[in-house]
């Protein structure tokens, strides 16, 4: 009796998991930046964090200007430097493309 409790309970613990890791794969761009990207670049792309002012990270009108779309997905997957991690493990490529516009959407 008490095997099949255990074998319900793991159960219930995966299932708990996927269910988890499917609301993160669903997280809509904006979440994804705000989880991710504005302790530096801060919630409106301006980088006036103590972080961003710190690291001295580019604002998102400046940024915007410069880089391209496919530049920043490239930057978003791979990282910046030594300051940026990069996401490409964690976040589907959908996901990135979804925060780059996300955030170029805050130049305008």
Request: charged share 30%; net charge positive; proline share 2%.
């Amino acid at each position: 009796m008490t095997n099949g409790i255990v074998k319900k309970a793991a159960l219930g613990t995966g299932l708990f998991l996927l269910a988890a890791l499917a609301a993160f794969a669903q997280k809509d761009p904006k979440d994804l930046f705000l989880d991710k990207c504005a302790t530096c670049h801060g919630p409106d792309g301006m980088a006036k964090t103590a972080k961003g002012k710190k690291l001295k990270v580019t604002d998102v009108k400046t940024a915007a200007g410069k880089v391209s779309a496919a530049e920043m997905e490239k930057i978003v997957a791979d990282g910046k430097g030594q300051d940026m991690d990069g996401f490409g493990k964690e976040l589907s490529k959908d996901q990135m493309k979804g925060v780059v516009e996300y955030f170029r959407s805050l130049a305008k």
